[in-house]
């Protein structure tokens, strides 16, 4: 008797909107999770994260071990990722992460060590990108208030504006 295992990926589309039903596996905008952070959290390497239009007030950091595609489906004028003046946005440690069409605002990354003090709107620690996104009013307590990028980032057609750091 031969024991036979299957391995199987699972990467797709999944949906965030602030009117969805919140209904696993959140494959359509009708199932969307409200929620982007439990949405970053679950996703595979490879998914795509299709955030519809609004204004998502981060409580904690969107934080991306997994090889991502974040993407705001009506532009960076209508999908807004705020920090709320509290925590740093976005905060990147995949190369292969794309993040495309949202604003990122009101970012802070005023903590005391190395990796929570710089980037405030978003932080790409190991690589990754940034496509037509729109990135203000973030602060920093070290540098790169609106955005900081390490190791071979690429910042591709973004508006960076008002945004500071305190050295």
């Known amino acids: 008797m031969a024991i036979v295992s299957?391995?199987?990926?699972?990467?797709?589309?999944?949906?965030?909107s602030l009117s969805g039903g919140?209904?696993?596996?959140?494959?359509?905008?009708?199932?969307?999770?409200?929620?982007?952070?439990?949405?970053?959290?679950?996703?595979p390497s490879g998914a795509s994260?299709?955030?519809?239009?609004?204004?998502?007030?981060?409580?904690?950091?969107l934080v991306i071990?997994?090889?991502?595609?974040?993407?705001?489906?009506e532009g960076a004028e209508t999908t807004i990722l705020d920090g709320n003046d509290e925590v740093q946005c976005i905060i990147n440690y995949n190369p292969a992460t794309v993040i495309e069409g949202v604003t990122v605002q009101h970012g802070r990354?005023?903590?005391?060590?190395?990796v929570n003090t710089a980037g405030g709107g978003i932080a790409l620690r190991t690589g990754g990108v940034v496509r037509a996104?729109?990135?203000r009013n973030n602060g920093a307590r070290y540098s790169g208030g609106g955005i900081?990028?390490?190791?071979?980032?690429?910042?591709?057609?973004?508006?960076?504006?008002?945004?500071?750091?305190?050295?």
């Open 6 to 16: 299957f391995h199987t990926s699972w990467a797709q589309d999944i949906h965030v």
């Open 22 to 43: 919140n209904v696993w596996p959140y494959d359509t905008p009708e199932k969307a999770a409200t929620n982007i952070n439990r949405a970053v959290n679950i996703a």
């Open 49 to 61: 994260i299709l955030v519809h239009p609004g204004t998502y007030v981060l409580t904690n950091s």
């Open 65 to 73: 071990w997994e090889a991502l595609s974040i993407i705001g489906v």
């Open 109 to 114: 990354a005023a903590g005391d060590t190395e």
């Open 133 to 135: 996104c729109i990135i």
């Open 148 to 167: 900081y990028a390490w190791n071979g980032s690429l910042i591709d057609s973004c508006v960076i504006q008002t945004n500071t750091a305190e050295q």
